[in-house]
């Protein structure tokens, strides 16, 4: 089962053509302003406010998975909304940094693509964030799939733009991928690798979910242990926290990293 595409369009070409062009134009409005620096931390936002008592805003940004909010009967896959992966990450985070108040809000679509994220980015602002999670690559591999180096142009123009636009913090989530019982995903091994490769260039976090699920799994053969059934890439409350465990220890270790004296932005 896929995550289901609500609004197709007819002329699939000509829409890629399109957003790879807005890309392009995105990447050089933002690339400039968003220069890393060598010694900078690596989620700077989310250090200093930590460091500083304040309040952190988490916002999931992706497709069904991190979709919470937008029905009252649909959390992800989960049971509710509080065993989401959002909340289980912002509970983890709560447990590590009691002094700061830390949320979670969702900006996720069931059905999209990174580029269809990438079409509403100026939605995020009043989500006011302060770190982004962004996590898409299950449709692009799907039901609305894109070819790899597409997926990629459109992380880096999240990322980019993310960080150019509102100075928040940014930490890519790969795929988890489908059932490798029942595979039926096109290219998710290339599409993993553009998406880390991404966050390589972009000097941001990358999360791999992929392999903790096949751990977990045995490559599949406890894949409803996990998911919502067989065959279905959509995680139950058990896949939801090996979601945000994976997520956790990536912005644990970046935030551990972090320089010890640094100021908000």
Request: aromatic share 8%; hydrophobic share 45%; charged share 20%.
């Amino acid at each position: 089962m896929y995550l289901h595409d609500r609004n197709p369009r007819r002329h699939p070409q000509i829409r890629r053509a399109l957003w790879i062009a807005l890309a392009a134009i995105l990447i050089m409005e933002t690339t400039m302003a968003d220069e890393p620096r060598a010694e900078a931390p690596v989620l700077p936002r989310v250090a200093a406010k930590l460091a500083a008592g304040e309040p952190v805003t988490v916002v999931l940004y992706g497709d069904s998975i991190s979709e919470v909010g937008r029905s009252a009967t649909w959390f992800g896959g989960a049971s509710e909304a509080t065993a989401n992966w959002g909340a289980v990450l912002v509970g983890l985070l709560g447990d590590a940094y009691p002094k700061s108040r830390i949320t979670v809000k969702h900006y996720g679509i069931g059905g999209q693509n990174s580029y269809e994220g990438l079409g509403r980015l100026d939605g995020l602002g009043p989500l006011a964030p302060d770190l982004v999670l962004v996590a898409f690559g299950a449709n692009d591999c799907g039901y609305h799939y894109l070819l790899p180096e597409e997926t990629g142009l459109a992380l880096k123009t999240l990322v980019t733009g993310i960080r150019g636009r509102y100075q928040a913090d940014v930490v890519l989530v790969g795929s988890g991928g489908d059932d490798p019982e029942q595979p039926q995903f096109r290219h998710l091994a290339e599409t993993l690798a553009a998406t880390a490769a991404v966050a390589a260039e972009t000097g941001v976090p990358y999360v791999d979910t992929r392999s903790p699920i096949l751990a977990a799994t045995d490559n599949g053969r406890k894949w409803a242990d996990f998911h919502t059934m067989a065959g279905n890439c959509h995680p139950n409350d058990a896949g939801h926290r090996l979601w945000a465990q994976a997520a956790f220890a990536v912005i644990q270790r970046a935030l551990q990293n972090a320089p010890a004296a640094t100021t908000a932005p």
